[in-house]
């Protein structure tokens, strides 16, 4: 059983940075994938990034590119790194594990409890 926690959501305002991370505990594949999504309510759940937990370039979303920066720290810990924050980027924050590198919420198998980042103008 793999659960994920994401931590270090906020309040900011825009043009600020924040981090967000995910722990993971439980087995985790070296092949497995880490996603990061983001949802507001009312709109499906957006691809943010991802990452191969053994390692790699990540990919971004378009929207994203540039500002945002996925990083793995151990071989449980995950962050994303999110600078130059627009009104746009506010939503819940969702990291995932799956086992395809894909960009399809679908795709993937866990999901941790989400965490909720609001920018301000």
């Known amino acids: 059983q793999v659960q994920l926690v994401e931590s270090g959501g906020g309040s900011v305002q825009a043009g600020d940075s924040l981090r967000v991370s995910c722990t993971a505990s439980g087995r985790i594949l070296s092949s497995s994938v880490m996603g990061w999504f983001r949802q507001v309510p009312g709109k499906a759940r957006e691809f943010v990034g991802l990452?191969?937990?053994?390692?790699?370039?990540p990919l971004y979303a378009d929207s994203v590119k540039g500002r945002f920066t996925i990083s793995k720290e151990s071989m449980n810990t995950v962050h994303l790194q999110m600078t130059s924050l627009k009104v746009e980027d506010t939503a819940v924050y969702y990291c995932?594990?799956?086992?395809?590198?894909?960009?399809?919420?679908?795709?993937?198998?866990?999901w941790g409890q989400g965490t909720q980042v609001t920018v301000s103008s």
């Open positions: 990452i191969r937990w053994r390692g790699g370039s």
């Open positions: 995932a594990r799956g086992s395809q590198y894909s960009t399809d919420p679908k795709e993937y198998f866990y």
